[in-house]
């Protein structure tokens, strides 16, 4: 019997897509506590200013928001905690190559749900300028007012 794949996206940190240039992505599982599952499964999660750090050969999460489950009383944990992403110790390593590099950092993009497990898709970044962030909106907007013409042309 073949297992059926279904993923779901719980969030995304569309706030990194503005402000950085996305260069790879990577799936990486996260170490958390049932309460915070419940938490996420119910969108309470916030990606916005989080970001990946590497300490001593594991790779953490830092400023993600997770608020605390109303159900779980003594079992909630501190909502900014620091998370363990779980990750191949060659996957570890590359990671580290990667972002010795200057203006590069890991970012999570997206939460998501693989066979019931929560999963993080973290990206390799690079910063973007504020000239790089103008000419992405001049040229959203310029698809944008394609894509109403050709609609408009479509209609008559």
Known sequence: MAR???NKT???NRKARH????EEGMEAGIALVGTEV??????RVNLKDSYAEINNGEVFVKNMHISPYEQGNIFNVEPLRDRKLLLHKSEIRRLIGLTMQEGYTLIPLSLYLKDGR???NLGLC???KNYDKR?????KAHKREIERTLKEKMRY
Do not use: C, P, W
């Open 135 to 139: 000419d992405a909106m001049i040229e």
């Open 38 to 43: 419940k938490s996420i499964r119910n969108g």
């Open 10 to 12: 719980l969030t995304e």
């Open 126 to 128: 690079r910063g973007k």
């Open 118 to 120: 929560v999963k993080v």
């Open 19 to 22: 402000d950085y240039f996305v």
């Open 4 to 6: 059926i794949k279904n």
